[in-house]
């Protein structure tokens, strides 16, 4: 009797322990979906984000146009504003402004201001450091 329980028991337990283990096919179920940047939801969208800097960006150029004219100094080139794009640093979340040019900048749209890469304590780019208001490019000059 004793060898007929040991039997029934194992005949139970066996199966059980097998499909706990499950094979090794079980992994080309798996489904694993392409991370995406993380966007902060108060802050939308990044692609919302970008096209709303760059629109700030380009909306810029009469104002600097005005101030080279009005100081003297050399106007920004509209190819700067016109070829410009936008792109988000993947590491960081930052999203920056590139010039036609390539000049980087951080266009702060609570702030209504632009700033080179180190915000408004670093230096501010050329031609934009003389070619634009400083109340709207703010920075140290290069």
């Not at 139970?12 to 499909?19: E, G, I, Q």
């Not at 920004?76 to 010039?99: M, Q």
């Not at 080179?116 to 780019?125: I, N, R, S």
């Amino acid at each position: 009797m004793r060898h007929t329980l040991l039997a029934i028991l194992a005949a139970l337990v066996l199966p059980l322990s097998l499909v706990a283990c499950g094979d090794d096919d079980d992994d080309d179920d798996v489904v694993v979906e392409d991370e995406e940047p993380m966007a902060d939801p108060a802050d939308g969208e990044p692609a919302d984000d970008g096209e709303a800097m760059l629109a700030f960006f380009r909306d810029t150029e009469d104002e600097c146009a005005a101030h080279a004219d009005e100081t003297g100094n050399p106007p920004v080139d509209a190819h700067r504003f016109a070829d410009a794009s936008w792109e988000l640093d993947p590491t960081t979340g930052v999203i920056s402004v590139v010039d036609g040019e390539g000049t980087s900048l951080v266009v702060d749209l609570e702030a209504g201001i632009i700033t080179g890469p180190d915000g408004p304590d670093g230096e501010m780019p050329l031609p934009y450091s003389f070619g634009c208001p400083e109340d709207l490019y703010v920075g140290t000059v290069s």
